[in-house]
T-cell receptor, first 110, second 114 residues
């Protein structure tokens, strides 16, 4: 099972771009990389998912290098409402055991 | 609103007691997952069901059990409760299994054991 490692916390200011990197050195061939956002006392919410290269949606971008041993979630122009915990998740599609890591607590300051 | 419904939202009970948490997945979703999140802790995967059958088991204690019924709702039973069982319990659902990781989470059931 691929273990993920993320920074425990990050600070940013409103309007800045935030990049959160996740390390997953033993990612398997069938694994996808998924990011979730969680606000206090709420369930996590899906942000973005990718397998390789770059994926972009209306909320974020996900960059995955060719070796897939890491990934970077990019949040453009963050606002105070982006203050949350962000989880990187590497999913084994064969066994469906979705293990969340410790997450990165992002604090956006005015 | 994710479409996943969990009840009760809050529950306070005493040590040694037993409680049942209920989850109704999104319409059409066949997979249900249970997670535990203690104060300031990450999400611990407990167990997964697919169309009524247990599919994967994580860090679930023997005092805990779960099942998924023919109508696809699921229940998590917690017995012989201890203070350390106080946590937020989340249910999530997804369309099918295997899938690539998009889970839809409910708002959670907050359990307080006194």
């Amino acid at each position: 099972l691929a273990k993920t490692t993320q920074p425990i916390s990050m600070d940013s200011y409103e309007g800045q771009e935030v990049n959160i990197t996740c390390s997953h050195n033993n990612i398997a061939t069938n694994d996808y990389i998924t990011w979730y956002q969680q606000f206090p006392s709420q369930g996590p919410r899906f942000i973005i998912q990718g397998y390789k290269t770059k994926v972009t949606n209306e909320v974020a971008s996900l960059f995955i290098p060719a070796d897939r041993k890491s990934s970077t979630l990019s949040l453009p122009r963050v606002s105070l409402s982006d203050t949350a915990v962000y989880y990187c998740l590497v999913g084994d599609i064969n066994f469906n055991k979705f293990y969340f890591g410790s997450g990165t607590k992002l604090n956006v300051k005015p | 609103d994710s479409g996943v419904t969990q009840t009760p939202k809050h529950l306070i009970t005493a040590t040694g007691q037993r409680v049942t948490l209920r989850c109704s997945p999104r319409s059409g979703d066949l997979s249900v997952y249970w997670y535990q999140q203690s104060l300031d802790q990450g999400l611990q995967f407990l167990i997964q069901y697919y169309n009524g059958e247990e599919r994967a088991k994580g860090n679930i204690l023997e005092r805990f059990s779960a099942q998924q019924f023919p109508d696809l709702h699921s229940e998590l039973n917690l017995s012989s409760l201890e203070l350390g069982d106080s946590a937020l319990y989340f249910c999530a659902s997804s369309v099918t299994t295997p899938n690539t990781g998009e889970l839809f989470f409910g708002e959670g059931s907050r359990l307080t054991v006194l």
